[in-house]
């Protein structure tokens, strides 16, 4: 066996979502990082929807952008559609989403992690991992090579053990065209728990075989939402890439392309219903269990029997390209099937399939296994992120990768683990739920599963995070000197609206009154500050009264979180506690109280009796001490 020359401290396997930004985080640190992927001509590939953000997930770029990743950069540079979602609605669930030119954010990818110092690219598989007690030391690939590491982060996707199913045809391997991995067979080995997940993707069509007359067509915001608090930095030619909106201020500017909206019919879903006995899924060839939130046709079909049509959307998966994703029909149905009832879509009637959908079953390892970090309880220095613990989505992959990616790289250097709270940010919501919550289904963010959301907005994640990040090494002084700036700009616009009058009334009190009133501001007072500060300032305004109410929420729930759970506690042994919450909490062993509060099973009541528990104990060591 051939020992590569080189030990890297932070060795990344997986070149998707995960895997790029789990790799480029610990480069940054200054870590000696190594990418490992089956494929190198893959890095970075949208296995399926060749699109950025949305409601929650787009939160969670931002958040990813603000600790200095590059989902978001990479999706501004090769955005083909920006949106923002719910626009007219509140502030918290406001939430921009791209389309991406698929293979320019793939190629875009590529060339970043491969500039990037401190990090090598490496071709091959596992085959193995090694360890040296109880701590990661090295892996073997599936042609024999041995590679040295201290730390290695494992983002799979959905590959481990992948099997794909079209009908009654099945095919290993973790994407259409590619290969699988066996590395959850050293897991097992190991003593993790590997349970399957599946998930599925739709037909893409070919551009000139449909009928776009007989579809509604849907544009982009006319002022493109951006993703990056450094957006600027993509700007080559200032006139031909931005432009200037109402208050004088330079925009990004692109050439956008539609996406077409159309509906399925009562023929569209007999046809499928006639067909249920050869989907995979409804035979029980299919054991995963899949995405709730993304059901496939056929589950739609089924479980929403009375609505007489379901909307589709057609995206472009690029502009060098013809070819169209289907969102909304992800389906595992035989070929002719597809055909037959995607013809039966008004403005389809001629469509070209040009590759099928499928459904794609994997493993996964139940993420209860991980501390807050993403680091495995079992093995120090093996981290885990993306689809390998149950999540749906390249957002949620992406930001399990920056995180894992930058705590190896700090414990390998010695340095406090980075890890944020439910308050902070989205990312700390999901983190949370995976590590303290059981995954019965593939984890996809939402803006209701933050308690906290009117803190978590998307427009001010930079605020939240930014320095914080930077106290952890994770950003450079460029991105910290402009969100220094940019604060310091909202406290002065702050005192400036209380102190200065419009129409008789102080600014404050007027911007408090509806939504966006700030563009109604004469421009003495507009050219004052940029509209993203004028934006932030009303919110903050406006919903001051339910803001002050969520800090005042998350003070209390910060008490919980200052009360550690010791490791060697025997819950087993405290009285009052109910069974389930004995087993509950034995298993997932939370590291507060606050942790512990947030498992299913453990109620308000067993809460109280740990509590009461924990005082008694606080007082019995200290008086030990005394003694």
Known sequence: MFTYPKAYDVLVVGGGHAGIEAALAAARTGAATALLTQNLDTIGQMSCNPAIGGLGKGHMVRE?????????????????????????????????????????????????????????????????????????????????????????????????????????????????????????????????????????????????????????????DSHPPLFSFLSETLRSDPEEIFTLNPWGEAMFHVEQIPCWIGYTNETTHEIIRSNLDKSPMFSGKIEGIGPRYCPSIEDKVVRFADKERHQIFLEPEGRHTREFYVNGVSTSLPMEVQYAFIRSIRGLENAAIIRPGYAVEYDYCPPSQLQATLETKKIAGLYFAGQINGTSGYEEAAGQGLLAGANAALKIAGKPAFTLGRDESYLGVMIDDLTTKSVLEPYRMFTSRAEFRLLLRQDNADLRLTEKAAAGGLVGSQRLQQTQEKRALLEKATRYAEGTSHAGERIGRWLKRGSNTFGQLPAEHLSKFPQEIWALLQTEIKYSGYLNRQLAQVERSKKMEKLPLPADLCYTEIKGLKREAQLRLKQSQPANLGQASRLQGVTPADISVLSIFLARRSTGLSQQEKA
Do not use: W
């Open 64 to 220: 990813i952008d603000a600790l200095g990743g590059f989902m978001a950069l990479n999706t501004d540079a090769t955005g083909i559609q920006f949106r923002m979602l719910n626009a007219g609605k509140g502030p918290s669930v406001r939430a921009p989403r791209a389309q991406c030119d698929k293979k320019a954010y793939q190629f875009r990818a590529k060339h970043e992690v491969e500039s990037t110092p401190n990090l090598d690219l490496h071709q091959g598989g596992v085959a193995d991992l090694e360890i040296r007690d109880d701590a990661i030391c090295g892996i073997t690939t599936d042609l024999g090579l041995h590679y040295q590491c201290r730390a290695l982060v494992l983002s799979t996707g959905t590959f481990m053990r992948g099997l794909m199913h079209i009908g009654t045809e099945s095919k290993s391997g973790g994407r259409m065209g590619d290969g699988r991995s066996t590395v959850s067979d050293a897991l097992r080995r190991l003593g993790f728990s590997v349970d399957r997940f599946k998930t599925g993707t739709p037909c893409r069509l070919h551009g000139l075989s449909i009928d776009f007359d007989a579809l509604t067509q849907q544009n982009g």
